[in-house]
């Protein structure tokens, strides 16, 4: 049995879809099943509340081989809290039900001088760090930012025609997109030949800087979309308006500074594996139609 956390969330739902499409017997635990699709609902054992509640994670846990988790980030919180915090009820029920693999959702800097002053990223070792400790087979699958956080401008290139965000616009990184974790975290739940500790650097198939991608942005939808860069204490204090903790919002700007500092850029120790999806790809395959509904 292969237990998914977040199956209804940008990354969960693709490693879910693959795994069903693979036939592997799969419980998700989720808060609300009806986000689950219906054809995939008929398929998997549903275990509904969430992963933050040790009733439910030990339910969850029991009789499983592998676990997909991935913790939501609830940035009311502070960084430990949202992540270290909220993994110690998984960390107990991996060793009190002998769960043999796990994977990880992380990003690139572990081991790098940003690896203790990344904000969210760093909140982000040290609950994979707990993990590990339990001693379970663990893979962390570390990657740059996603293609498709440019979706959370959604409204400002449809309303405004431009894009907006907390970057240096001429600095380059690669990026990744969320259908390319999906499948490659798939393709580890379902092989029970790995063992031991690491991380699987997951890299986009380019680097682009912040402007580049809105030209891209701009060819594929046939308009011109500028991007814009946002202060970060702009952005910090828009996050705190909107709910967000001080110390969460924080951990966002120490996040964006080290990879604006080249956290991102590499180069990168082995393993790295080099994931398909071009960000033009993506734009004309998620973003475009989107905006073309």
């Not at 693959?18 to 008929?42: E, H, M, Q, T, Y």
């Not at 894009?163 to 990026?175: E, L, T």
């Not at 308009?223 to 910090?236: K, L, S």
């Amino acid at each position: 049995m292969i237990v998914v956390t977040t199956p209804t969330g940008n990354v969960g739902h693709h490693v879910l879809a693959n795994l069903v499409r693979a036939g592997l017997p799969v419980r998700v635990i989720v808060r609300d099943p009806c986000k689950i699709d219906v054809n995939l609902r008929s398929q998997i054992e549903v275990l509904q509340g969430s992963h933050s509640d040790a009733a439910v994670v030990d339910k969850a846990f029991e009789g499983a081989s592998a676990l997909f988790w991935l913790a939501p980030g609830e940035p009311f919180r502070t960084p430990d809290e949202a992540y270290v915090d909220f993994a110690r009820s998984a960390a107990d029920a991996i060793k009190r039900h002998n769960v043999q693999r796990v994977v990880s959702t992380a990003a690139l800097g572990r081991n790098t001088k940003w690896q203790d002053k990344a904000g969210i990223v760093s909140a982000m070792f040290r609950m994979d760090d707990l993990l590990m400790s339990t001693g379970v087979n663990f893979r962390a699958l570390a990657m740059p930012s996603f293609m498709d956080n440019t979706l959370h401008t959604f409204d400002t290139i449809r309303d405004q025609g431009k894009m907006f965000g907390p970057h240096v616009a001429d600095v380059k990184a690669p990026k990744t997109a969320v259908r390319d974790v999906g499948a490659t975290a798939a393709r580890l739940l379902a092989d029970d030949s790995w063992s031991g500790q690491s991380e699987l650097k997951l890299i986009g198939p380019e680097d682009l800087s912040m402007i580049e991608m809105a030209a891209i942005v701009s060819d594929v939808l046939g308009r011109e979309i500028p991007f814009v860069e946002v202060a970060y204490e702009d952005f910090r204090q828009g996050a705190i308006a909107r709910g967000v903790s001080t110390a969460f919002a924080d951990g966002f700007v120490e996040m964006f500074r080290a990879k604006d500092e080249g956290m991102d850029a590499g180069p990168f120790d082995e393993p790295v594996e080099r994931a398909p999806t071009t960000f033009r790809q993506w734009c004309e395959d998620v973003l475009k139609p989107m905006l073309d509904r």
